[in-house]
């Protein structure tokens, strides 16, 4: 049977929702998961979750453990990686504080801005190293990757390593679960092919399927979308996305709060009353991980608990506990989420299975754009629909967007290929112009400001960046920035 490895296991809550999503599978029930982590209280937890999973629904996985990443990738056919390199502290929090004092704010700050460039300069590095570990280890693997920066870790790789990688997210499915429910049609009534980048990625159709399945047939489900900002029921955590819909007539896949800061439009310092009016939640991804280190403790007693097991009722006062800590944010968590056994939808299992079983499916990946998408840069990472079965994730031509779309996605491929390019080449010139090209930051900051900006942040990461950004090496390079 194949074997699965999980790199970043200790992340138990999204380990657990792709455990159940691939052990579930009768086909995939004795498959080997291999479960690594560098923290070995928090592989602890995960195997005792792993094993607890199978025995509730009866498959039989080897199960395997270790800190080891070489002895953890030895022989996979399939690596899944879901790792934070730097952790939330100090790593997340300096991406936020630093620009903080520049009067530059933030909401998730993991895909572009100044957060996600600096994200992708720590996190590139160690994702090359795991690649060239594969390279010698499993050459055949398929690399699922959930790391953010999605498009600018995808890219790297694709430039630096032969290892075949398919990024994936939430993003597609889960929007068009939230617009099903928003204009009160079944998802599995709704059909829809989306395009783009990771987080900017459009519906390029969204339709209701007719009895007949004939496609010429399908209703066309935006004039109900429309519907529902001309009677006012737009979803108070979704009045961006709604807006950029109203200006550009397509739907965006990320969620408000991350599209906010992937634009000029909506968090402006002098401009308290976009941010009211839109309601976007700054400094939005401190407060989910500030909720989550508070309720996990809570949660990692329930799940070591030999007395209690997955799809028991979460005891009252645990809940509450639970819920105190975590507070509110965007995300609206639930105790009894966490619990249950039932298929998330996330594209990792259903792709091993697809090609373990020779099942035809589709899902979107992010992939080099090599002919796929016409109008923005060949081999940028795109997310695209892609066949999968035994042949493996065949990305499918899209052609041209729309050309206001492709020249918004445009502003973003700009700064993943400079923070790319960056790392690829050890140019710290190339993280300065990154950050002076990125849409948010570029509308806040002078350049002066930018420049100083970028020192900070790279001096605070000290030795979790490549040696080269932490020196000004380059005696040509301008001290007195423009």
């Not at 009211?276 to 939640?281: I, L, Q, S």
């Not at 609206?332 to 091993?352: N, Q, T, V, W, Y």
């Not at 710290?428 to 930051?441: F, G, K, N, S």
Request: proline content about 6%; some cysteine.
């Amino acid at each position: 049977m194949a074997k699965i490895t999980f790199i970043g296991a200790g992340s138990t809550v999204f380990a657990k929702r792709l455990l159940v999503d691939i052990i579930s599978f009768p086909e995939l029930s004795e498959v080997t998961i291999n479960l690594h982590d560098i923290d070995e209280e928090r592989l602890h937890t995960s195997e005792i979750v792993a094993r607890k999973l199978a025995q509730v629904l009866g498959a039989h996985p080897t199960i395997e453990t270790t800190t080891d990443r070489r002895e953890a990738l030895e022989g996979a056919d399939y690596a899944i990686c879901m790792i934070q390199v730097g952790g939330y502290r100090p790593a997340t929090v300096t991406d936020f504080e630093i620009p903080k004092k520049y009067g530059l704010r933030q909401t998730i700050g993991d895909t572009l801005g100044v957060g996600g460039i600096m994200r992708a300069l720590r996190t590139i590095p160690v994702l090359l190293d795991m690649c060239h570990d594969m390279e010698e280890l499993c050459p055949d693997v398929t690399f699922l990757n959930y790391v953010n920066p999605m498009a600018m870790n995808c890219w790297a790789i694709d430039r630096a390593s032969a290892i075949n990688t398919i990024g994936l997210c939430h993003s597609v499915q889960n929007t068009a679960a939230e617009l099903a429910r928003d204009i009160d049609v079944p998802l599995e009534e709704i059909n829809y092919k989306c395009a783009g980048i990771n987080h900017m990625a459009f519906y390029l159709r969204f339709e209701r399927m007719t009895e007949d399945g004939g496609s010429a047939s399908n209703e066309d489900l935006y004039p109900r979308i429309r519907q529902v900002m001309e009677e006012g029921r737009v979803p108070e955590n979704n009045c961006v996305r709604y807006e950029i819909f109203k200006r550009l007539g397509y739907f965006v896949t990320e969620s408000s709060e991350h599209f906010a800061e992937y634009v000029p439009w909506f968090i402006k310092r002098d401009r308290p009353d976009l941010i009211d009016r839109f309601n976007v939640p700054l400094d939005e991804y401190i407060k989910r991980c500030e909720a989550q280190i508070a309720g996990w403790d809570i949660m990692r007693e329930l799940l070591e608990d030999p007395a209690f097991s997955f799809g028991d009722e979460v005891p009252p006062d645990k809940a509450q506990a639970m819920r105190e800590a975590w507070g509110e944010t965007v995300l609206d968590m639930h105790p009894e989420d966490a619990f249950k056994i039932e298929r998330s939808g996330e594209f990792a299992p259903l792709i091993i299975h697809s090609m373990e079983t020779d099942t035809p499916r589709v899902v979107y990946g992010n992939v080099p754009n090599r002919g796929l998408i016409d109008n923005l840069p060949q081999d940028c990472i795109v997310e695209v629909p892609c066949v999968v079965d035994r042949n493996g994730v065949q990305p499918t031509r899209v052609g041209s967007l729309p050309p206001h779309l492709a020249a918004l996605m445009r502003t973003n491929v700009n700064v993943q290929a400079l923070t790319v390019e960056a790392v690829l080449t050890q140019k710290r010139e190339h993280v300065y112009h990154a950050a002076m090209l990125d849409p948010h930051t570029g509308a806040e900051l002078s350049l002066s400001q930018i420049w100083d900006l970028v020192d900070d942040l790279i001096e605070a990461h000290g030795d979790l960046l490549p040696s080269l950004f932490s020196s000004k090496e380059d005696e040509s390079w301008p001290t007195d920035h423009p």
